[in-house]
Nanobody
Framework: VQLQASGGGLVQTGGSLRLSCAASGFSFDDYTISWFRQAPGKEREGASCIRRSDGYKYYAGSVRGRFTISRDNARATVYLDMNRLGPEDTAVYYC????????????????????WGQGTLVTVSS
């Protein structure tokens, strides 16, 4: 089982990035995929989630309207398009896969996931 996160980097405030999470070694279609982030000295927090059954999307309030999650089941890849980035978005971003139930109340909890990627660093300069 492998989740490979990529696409991080250094960007200026107001810029954009696209993160990718490529999955292998498990039945991708059967898993809900989420993006978490962890800033220095802070706990890991859920940023966005895309439900396995119908692609329904969840967003943390801090990213709603700026970030868009999507999935390509044929490529076993989930994307996170991040726009209007600010210094507060600086963090290591992780993708995670799990059978998350009940999803509405648990998608943002790290303990709800079975598999994790290695993380990709996003740095937003002011």
């Amino acid at each position: 089982v492998q989740l490979q996160a990529s696409g991080g980097g250094l960007v200026q405030t107001g810029g954009s990035l696209r993160l990718s999470c490529a999955a292998s070694g498990f039945s991708f279609d059967d898993y809900t995929i989420s993006w978490f982030r962890q800033a220095p000295g802070k706990e890991r927090e859920g940023a966005s989630c895309i439900r396995r059954s119908d692609g329904y999307k969840y967003y943390a309030g801090s990213v709603r309207g700026r970030f868009t999650i999507s999935r390509d089941n044929a490529r076993a890849t989930v994307y996170l398009d991040m726009n209007r980035l600010g210094p507060e978005d600086t963090a290591v971003y992780y993708c995670a896969a799990g059978v998350v139930r009940p999803i509405q109340s648990t998608w943002a909890r790290p303990g709800a996931y079975d598999y994790w990627g290695q993380g990709t660093l996003v740095t937003v300069s002011s």
